[in-house]
């Protein structure tokens, strides 16, 4: 698939499969959400991620059945395929399980090396950001656009981490502390691929967190370039890989003073 036109099936795809996760989250959560833990406390896992992801990989499959699909709670599909869709069922999952509405659905299809096509459905808000590589980014469909904030010190950023590991807590407070000595204000939210979203609809001006996956930005990643942001590695290197990574995203206009304040930070 190559162009707009050629990714926009894709995309269409996407948003009918985060629609479809997020009405499982729906229903699940009229229930007893089963939750549990990957780790000691942090890392949580409820019937509704499940559920979720299996209603994403129903629509998918049923589009693209030659495709493959690695999701946060599993993985569906020819593992060697070209096309490779990557899905958060349900992002935010603390969020969500303590009944903060701040959470979404993420999904995206890489091919050739690139993602080419995503969406991130915010449930609680009924917000559909979607983009396609070289298609503009949409919310509703309504393009969106970063803001032009050029400061730092006037910047609202996100930082957050989901570990139990005395390292990356470690790595996070001073991650924490290089911000806050910095920024116009920092905030901790709990969703890489709204956060990322909110960036490229202009609420946001920066997000940083180590260790991320290609399930948790993907989409957010696509979406926020799309509307004319940039998300990099702590060192400004591109991001252009699935494999997990340390990533810094901003409006563009902050990238540079962000990328001085978080020079040897990265722990991946």
Not at 58 to 82: K, L, N, Q, T, W
Not at 96 to 116: D, K, N
Not at 142 to 158: C, I, K, Q, T, W
Request: charged share 20%; hydrophobic share 45%; aromatic share 4%.
């Amino acid at each position: 698939m190559t162009g707009r036109a050629g990714h926009a099936p894709a995309v269409a795809v996407a948003q009918a499969a985060a629609r479809a996760g997020a009405a499982a989250l729906a229903i699940a959560a009229e229930g007893d959400l089963r939750i549990c833990y990957k780790d000691a406390r942090a890392n949580l896992v409820t019937v509704a991620d499940r559920r979720s992801q299996d209603a994403v990989t129903s629509v998918i499959r049923d589009s693209f059945p030659g495709h493959a699909i690695v999701g946060e709670e599993g993985a569906a599909g020819d593992p060697d395929a070209a096309d490779v869709w990557y899905v958060d069922p349900l992002d935010g999952t603390t969020n969500f399980a303590h009944g903060l509405p701040f959470y979404c659905v993420s999904v995206a299809l890489r091919s050739g090396g690139e993602t080419v096509a995503g969406a991130v459905y915010d449930v609680p808000r009924d917000e559909m950001f979607a983009a396609s590589r070289g298609g503009g980014a949409t919310v509703n469909g309504e393009p969106v656009g970063v803001s032009a904030v050029g400061r730092l010190d006037r910047a609202l950023v996100v930082a957050q981490a989901q570990s139990v590991d005395p390292a990356e807590i470690r790595a996070y407070a001073d991650l924490v502390g290089r911000l806050m000595s910095v920024a116009g204000g920092l905030r901790s939210l709990g969703s890489p691929a709204l956060t990322l979203c909110a960036i490229a609809a202009g609420r946001l001006e920066a997000y940083c967190e180590h260790a991320m996956d290609a399930w948790d930005i993907a989409a957010g990643q696509l979406i926020l370039e799309e509307a004319g942001g940039l998300l990099t590695r702590f060192d400004g290197r591109p991001h252009r890989t699935a494999d997990r990574a340390d990533v810094v995203a901003s409006n563009g206009a902050v990238h540079t003073e962000l990328l001085v304040v978080l020079k040897g930070a990265s722990i991946t």
